[in-house]
């Protein structure tokens, strides 16, 4: 795999690291064969701008230690919603009243006809 990581330890790393900083409504949607942008979606939301900041530099190192150096990273110093994108992974972080209001679930998940909604999976 380019960058010398792989997607599988990847996604786990970055699971761990939102369950570890006690991120919320965590959802994983697998978008390979549905666009070219990233292989895996990861939302989650934190419960404040501090909270989402924390959970995105958490995301960060988790990425690094699974082999992506320089992953990119949108959206701070505000903390109301921030990207990570590690390439094959991209994942979002948001504050809830700001992950209501772009509703990122509903762009990827089952409100697309040609989409199946056992595509998406909630990590245990």
């Keep these: ?68 150096e320089t992953p990119r990273v949108e959206g701070l110093p505000h903390a109301d919603w921030v990207v990570v994108d590690a390439g094959d992974l991209i994942v979002h972080i948001f504050k809830p009243d700001v992950r209501r209001f772009y509703n990122l679930e509903k762009m990827w998940g089952g409100d697309r006809p040609s989409e199946d909604l056992s595509d998406m999976r909630r990590p245990s």
């Design 1 to 68: 795999m380019p960058g010398g990581h792989d997607a599988g330890s990847l996604v786990r790393n970055v699971l761990q690291s939102l369950e570890d900083l006690k991120a919320e409504e965590i959802l994983s949607i697998a978008l390979a064969g549905k666009t070219t942008i990233a292989d895996t979606m990861i939302i989650a939301s934190g419960r404040s701008n501090v909270h989402v900041s924390a959970i995105a530099d958490s995301v960060v190192k988790a990425c690094k230690e699974a082999g992506i």
